[in-house]
């Protein structure tokens, strides 16, 4: 089993910067691909970011090329999302993802990888 805790959430200015922060603990074993997703109210969970295990390869969605960056520590064994130039529509429950490497496509998630409980980001225009 892993767990999966987000923090880093908040309220930000339309423009501004966040950092969000995604720490895993238990069977760390294995290797895992790790990723963000967002849920904003009334749409369905959408990809944001995923990075490999080795922190080697990155895939960010279209909406957020550019702007936001993941990254990994596997010595803290923390996953982050730094997040720039926020706009209204970013607002959203950010999830963390991790699922074991060897995906032929590595950064999609499913739904009975490991999840965290989410964290609040709320975009203010």
């Known amino acids: 089993q892993v767990q999966l805790v987000e923090s880093g959430g908040g309220l930000v200015q339309a423009g501004g910067s966040l950092r969000v922060s995604c720490a895993a603990s238990g069977r760390t074993s294995r290797t895992y691909d790790m990723g963000w997703y967002r849920q904003a109210p009334g749409k369905e969970r959408e990809f944001v970011a995923a990075i490999n295990w080795s922190g080697g390869r990155t895939n960010y969605a279209d909406s957020v090329k550019g702007r936001f960056t993941i990254s990994r520590d596997n010595a803290k064994r923390t996953v982050y999302l730094q997040m720039n130039s926020l706009k209204p529509e970013d607002a959203a429950v950010y999830y963390c993802?991790?699922?074991?490497?060897?995906?032929?496509?590595?950064?999609?998630?499913?739904?009975?990888?490991?999840w965290g409980q989410g964290t609040q980001v709320t975009v203010s225009s």
């Open positions: 993802n991790a699922h074991p490497s060897g995906r032929s496509r590595w950064w999609e998630a499913e739904s009975n990888d490991y």
